[in-house]
């Protein structure tokens, strides 16, 4: 392994850095044996982007592993860096000659998001990143792909004959998808403040879910089958005009508010954020998907920074019975009607933090009176397998030695989850959020009153991780 960077550090120092990384974050503990033996291998060099020869110290440090490693010139280029460095960065590496395959041999690219700010500069970053990588090179990493949760969906989809004919309009009411974040922006206001929520969780995390959630099954479980699957269901997302986007959207931005019993401080008096900002830290959006499958069912997205827990789940309301033959038999609610009072079914897949399956209806209540209660059926990586899942990163890094693209996003899926975006960004200019009501929601709450009526409006309801 090579890190490589501007500032000018030696060896022992990178290596040092990287032992407290692994010693605060890993996962499993850290033997001295296997250490050492990783470490030996283990180099820094300086490189310059100003210079022509600024590249000379990468290319001998990768030269030398070569020679040392039997590495071939296969070679993984991580862009840990600014978006704004990864274009100027590429074409350096080409101009170096050091993006080129080896005969029977790789080079690839992992690029992480933001993969441009709207369609138009995602468009253009594909295109400039082809001038030094080929598309099967590139390695757009999004590190909800490699959640187990999100790769068992694949399985619990396709590979159980009961899901699969109830997974449509049909009998799926709707489809509630939420990326919960009880953490600010930490540290990272700046960054923020160019993204905001639809930026950073919205066009990348939540419409991959979307996609996997919506897509039909492929004939095989070949990368390109699987992606092409993928795109064709973000093609089916119907855009949201700019006359519909306070309709089909909710903006917020938190206030101070106490979290896990301690307060902490608005959105604007974060470190790098604008007194007066308007930038959304909350989205709720409702999504149409216009084909044969989804017509008619509308899957609900939100996300939101200061929020009462850390969940991401997925949520599928299947549709109520068409009759209640119970209803005479079950405790109502003045002015509700009699099937409103047994709860509909609900499949909740638990993303993180605690990974797992579960599925809600109805069963009677012992006792002599016909009653009905909800109750869960659960499944648990945890409990059920006793064995600690991989993390997304390490998932997908493997797959990325391995030259496996399945679980990374193409160019195409990025294009067409901005034209998605895109299309919200453009109806959130013409219509600017209202400076007196900003900031709408409490840190600790479960995002701004609106998002709530925005549900009531389609007699629906959050589900509360």
Known sequence: MIGAGRTEITDSEFRADMRKGLEAYSR????????????????????????????????????????????????????????????????????????????????????????????????????????????????RIDHYLGKETVQNLLVFRFANGIFEPLWNRQYIDHVQITVAESIGVEGRGSYYEEAGALRDIVQNHIMQLVAIVGMEAPSNFDAEMLRDEKVKLLRAVRPIHPDDALSHSVRGQYSAGIIDDEKVPRYREERGVAPESLRETFVALKVDIDNWRWAGTPFYLRTGKRLPKRATEIAIQFRRVPHSPFSGSVPVAAGAMPEDAIDPNLLLLHIQPDEGISLRFGAKLPGQALRIESVNMEFMYGTAFRKQSPDAYERLLLDCMRGDPTLFAREDEVEEAWRFCTAILDGWRAHPPDRVNCPNYEAGTWGPQESVDFMARDGRAWHRP
């Open 28 to 139: 499993i503990t850290l033997r001295k044996d296997v250490w050492e033996r990783f470490a030996a291998s283990v180099r820094y060099v300086t490189y310059g982007t100003d210079s022509p020869d600024g590249f000379d110290a990468l290319r001998a440090a990768l030269e030398a592993a070569d020679n040392e490693r039997g590495t071939a010139g296969n070679r993984i280029f991580y862009f840990s860096t600014p978006p704004s460095a990864v274009v100027p960065l590429a074409d350096r590496l080409a101009t170096a000659g050091l993006t080129t395959q080896p005969e029977d041999g790789f080079v690839r690219a992992i690029i992480e998001k933001p993969f441009g700010r709207d369609l138009r500069s995602a468009r253009e970053l594909n295109e400039r990143l082809h001038g030094a990588f080929t598309e099967d090179q590139i390695y």
